[in-house]
């Protein structure tokens, strides 16, 4: 079994941001090789590069234009993120919803250049429609969880049962993540039981006074 990924998004957290940036990456780097779980990391565009550079987890960017090249001001194309070391991007997050057409350039930009797609959806209706797209992964967040401190798992274990039954209706070959108040290894075990994949999380490990225990026990039980 291929081993499930942990994607800690940064989101703009001051938290976050440069040097914590360095010391989160540092962390998850650490546990990844304890534990032989893959631990991705979502930082600002400013941190993609120099985590990128410096690490070796894969590095994630938290959203993407799926534009050519060219004459777009203030936008971030996949041109840009391959370049800057990105492994993939979110697409859609919660925080950042876009059309359907938008979120369809995107994931087929990213895979023309190989970059790994993770659409962020809210419901199951949401989600059979991303995995039409066939992305690598679909990561269902339930928006009044996040950053809530509850988590999916023990809050909405249904709504995670119900995503992954309706992606996989539609493809069996796309990932899926959960995500939202997730924060210990008993919710990362509840979601791979449930049929996904992994995780998409950001406050517990972000704004941790000690990410590294975090992200150990986050890994505990797999
Ligand atoms: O992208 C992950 C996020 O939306 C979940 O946030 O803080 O509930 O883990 P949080």
Redesign the pocket.
Known sequence: MPSPLILV?L?TFREGMGNRAHMIANAAQLVAHESGVTIGI?PSYIDLHPLSHHFAIPVYAQHVDGFEPGAHTGHITVDALKLAGAAGS?IN???RRLTLAEIEASVRALQALKLIPVV?TNNEATSAGAAALGPEYVAI?PPE????GVSVSKANPDIIRRSVAAVHAVNQKVKVLT?????SGECVKIAIDLGTDGV?????VVKAKDPLSVLRDLVSKL
């Open positions: 998004n989101k979502a979110l997050h919660s925080e962020c967040e969880l996040i950053g809530s995500g939202a108040g997730i924060q998409l999380l950001a406050s517990s």
